[in-house]
């Protein structure tokens, strides 16, 4: 706003932008002050991601680490888990512990996720989680019935000498 002293007291005109976004107001016959409010508008994206679960930024295409959106951009970005993984949690959050919603937007073959949200007045950290793929053993006697079940993970050494040793113990 634009505010000068008429001589009987402070005057305040408030400024609005022209078609060309310019600010312009014609000269009082008196000293003045302009006050200028002005509002943070661009803001941090940092990737918080897990290492099994990185996160790529698709705007600009390029990796999350001090990246910058302004506010009600729409952010878009990718995820995929590595071999042996699963994504289990992706989500967005401001410095402030507010969590911003993220929209799935679909699935490719080779398994990465599109995601996006819009960009809050606030810095913000993408996270995921991912866990290890999990497997089941089913143990089975001479009929087909199930003895036991076990769950494994990927590449773990399952040693049935010491499981059958074991349970014969019980």
């Keep these: 706003s634009l505010r000068y002293n008429n001589g009987i007291g402070t005057v305040s005109i408030p400024l609005t ?14 000293d003045a002050w302009i006050f200028v409010v002005a509002e943070q508008q661009v803001f ?11 996160v790529t ?9 001090n990246m910058k959106a302004s506010v009600n951009d729409t952010v878009t970005f990718t995820v995929k888990a590595k071999d042996n993984y699963a ?45 290890e793929n999990e497997y089941t053993v089913m143990l089975l006697d001479w009929d087909n019935a199930v003895i036991d079940i076990l769950t494994v993970t990927y590449n773990q050494t399952v040693d049935l000498d010491a499981y059958a040793a074991a349970r014969a113990r019980v």
Excluded: C, H, R, W
């Design 17 to 30: 932008a022209n078609a060309s976004g310019e600010y312009t107001f014609t000269m009082p016959g008196a």
């Design 87 to 131: 994504l289990k949690s992706v989500y967005v959050e401001t410095d402030g512990g507010e969590y911003i919603p993220v929209t799935f937007i679909s699935e490719e073959a080779d398994g990465t996720q599109n995601y996006a949200f819009k960009m809050p007045a606030a810095n913000v950290t993408i996270k995921t989680t991912a866990v």
């Design 44 to 54: 941090n994206i940092t990737d918080g991601s897990s290492i099994y679960a990185p």
């Design 57 to 65: 930024l698709t705007n600009p295409g390029s990796a999350v680490a």
